[in-house]
C-alpha cells in the first residue's frame, strides 16, 4: 500500500536515499501541472516498507517548559526547530527525513522570518511538502508559532 500526500510542489526530488536501503524511498515532487512552489514540494510519496514518524506540533518551550523568546518570532522559531531535531533525533530521524511540515503563525505575514530559520534546517534542495495556516491564537496567548512534522525512516 502507497501512502500519497498531496499538499501545496516541478521535478522529482529523492530524499537521502543513503538511509533506506533496500527500500524504494520516499519522492518529493512538483507536478509542473501546478505552480512551482517556494521552498516546499506539492507532493510526497511514501513506498511501502518504510517507517513513517508523526511529531506533535512543537513551540517555543524549553526543556524547562520556559517560553524561549517573548514576542521574538525569529528566536521562536529556531526554538521550534530545535525541538524538531531533539524529536525527529529521538525517532533515529533526521530533518532530511522530513517529508511533511505543518506551521500555524499568529502573523503570515512575518513568513519571510520563517523561512529564513526554517532553511537552516532543511534540504532546500528536495523541500519537504508543506502547509501554513494563519491562527488567531495559540494554546498560550506568548507562542507565536507551532510547527509539526511527519517524517520518513527506514523501519
Known amino acids: 500500500m502507497r501512502l500519497l500526500l498531496v499538499v501545496a510542489a516541478l521535478a522529482i526530488l529523492p ?9 524504494a524511498p520516499p519522492r518529493l515532487d512538483n507536478p509542473p501541472s501546478i505552480h512551482a512552489p517556494r521552498g516546499y514540494s506539492h ?18 518551550l524549553d526543556r524547562e517548559g520556559r517560553l524561549v ?5 525569529r528566536a521562536q522559531t529556531v526554538q521550534v526547530f530545535e525541538n524538531l531535531r531533539l524529536a525527529l533525533e ?3 530521524a533526521t530533518f532530511k527525513d522530513v517529508i511533511k511540515l505543518n506551521y500555524y503563525v499568529l502573523d503570515a505575514g512575518q513568513i519571510a522570518v520563517v523561512r529564513e530559520v526554517r532553511d537552516q534546517y532543511l534540504n532546500r534542495a528536495a523541500p519537504p511538502a508543506s ?4 491562527v488567531r491564537r495559540l494554546f498560550r496567548d506568548d507562542v507565536l508559532i507551532e510547527v509539526e512534522a511527519v517524517a520518513v525512516t527506514r523501519p
Open 15 to 23: 530524499l537521502d536515499t543513503g538511509r533506506l536501503e533496500g527500500q
Open 43 to 60: 507532493v510526497a510519496v511514501v513506498p511501502a516498507g518504510n517507517t513513517m514518524v508523526f511529531i506533535a506540533g512543537q513551540v517555543a
Open 69 to 73: 523568546g517573548a514576542n521574538d518570532l
Open 90 to 92: 529521538s525517532a533515529g
Open 131 to 134: 502547509t501554513l495556516v494563519e
